[in-house]
């Protein structure tokens, strides 16, 4: 039985990184053998055999030697192998693809074995900003019909959608895909987002899909902030062709289609909620200072009940120009040192009208100096 590092962690080595992840494959062995020379593993999935500890994945081969293995693999910069002693075994155009930067399908063929492989080729395009991509990909990724996609688990789309956003370049996720064709089934409210004008010209220059893609860029770094971009524009899709270059109430119709994207993916409820809270709410967010005292008072107040005032005013900063955060921060300071006096507590629903009447007062008071 031999065990070799493959894929991302030989590649990150090789260009000078620290591997988060390592992934292993054995070949020539069985569950027994690899238990004994590995204690503590974990069992997952149904299928492959595929073995967890820590940050260390196991998968037992089907192939007979590690040649056959990486001529299976999904892209040739991870069609590469280190042994115990460290010696490399790869791909014929796995080094000179790397030194060269250039995303290439190992063989077509290998994206109708795996699916995923279109959704991950995307998502190495944002975690890999300054690499190409090469002719053979898109043609590979296009291949791949939606039903074959939609088989895929939808825990596995989520966590390689989460992963392109905290990439470098996340906007480059929904770019190959729309350029692989790949959209649909996982992602159909962006499916024919390219052909959509975000707006009139005046405010616009680009499709909504580009638009979307750029918001996301500019909020790299923080994961939630790049899905909230993700999805704040998700109601322009949705509107009437009549009405084009407008998006007159894309903020309500995008509320639901957020939350039907973040659903299908499996995405945890605070991730449903910021989707939510970008579709709805982030005209308002860009009108800020023109919202009546009640109405920005209640908004700061829920997105600090929820924990997004940071990723939310981040995405609204990208896409509006205008510097939000650090007034927020200091009027949502100012809204919560106000307390209630001892005599309306214990009112019921009346000490809230009133502790929120007092808070808004203090902010319009605030808001005219």
């Known amino acids: 039985m031999d065990i070799y590092l493959v894929g991302g962690a030989v590649r990150d080595q090789l260009r000078g990184l620290t591997p988060s992840d390592l992934d292993y494959v054995v070949i020539n062995g069985d569950e027994s053998a ?46 590469m192998a280190r042994d115990k002693r460290g010696e490399l075994t790869a791909h014929p155009l796995a080094l000179p693809d790397l030194h060269k930067k250039i995303l290439r399908p190992v063989a077509a063929a290998n994206f109708l074995t795996d699916p995923l ?26 291949a791949v019909p939606p039903h074959a996609l939609g088989a895929v688990a939808a825990e596995r789309v989520g966590q390689e959608l ?43 220059d680009s499709s909504v899909l580009e638009h979307t893609a750029r918001i996301m860029d500019q909020c790299a770094g923080d994961v939630t902030a790049v899905w909230m971009a993700f999805c704040h524009d998700l109601g322009k899709t949705a509107t009437p062709r009549a009405e084009l270059p407008h998006h007159h109430g894309h903020e309500k119709r995008g509320e639901s289609l957020a939350e039907t994207l973040a659903l299908r993916l499996r995405l945890s409820g605070r991730l449903r909620t910021a989707g939510r809270w970008a579709a709805r709410r982030h005209m308002n967010g860009a009108r800020y200072a023109e919202l009546r005292n009640s109405t920005l008072a209640r908004m700061l107040l829920d997105l600090d009940k929820a924990g997004l005032t940071e990723p939310f005013f981040r995405m609204v900063e990208a896409d509006s120009g205008e510097k939000l955060l650090d007034r927020a921060r200091c009027d949502l300071t100012l809204l919560t040192a106000v307390s209630l006096p001892e005599k309306y507590r214990n009112l019921g629903p009346k000490s809230a009208e009133i502790l929120l009447q007092l808070r808004c007062e203090a902010l319009a008071r605030h808001r005219e100096k």
């Open 117 to 142: 492989r279109a959704v991950r080729a995307a998502r190495f395009a944002a975690v890999l900003p300054d690499f190409t991509v090469h002719d053979d990909l898109l043609p590979a990724m296009r």
């Open 162 to 204: 989460l992963k392109a956003c905290a990439a470098a370049r996340p906007g480059n996720f929904p770019r190959l895909l729309s350029r692989g064709q790949c959209l649909r089934p996982w992602f159909e409210e962006l499916a024919e987002a390219d052909s959509l004008p975000a707006g009139p010209p005046t405010w616009h």
């Open 34 to 79: 690899l238990r004994r020379q590995v204690p503590g593993l974990i069992r997952v999935g149904q299928g492959i055999p595929v073995f967890l500890r820590g940050t260390e994945q196991y998968t037992i081969s089907e192939y007979p030697n590690i040649e056959a293995d990486l001529e299976s693999r999904d892209l040739t910069i991870n069609a």
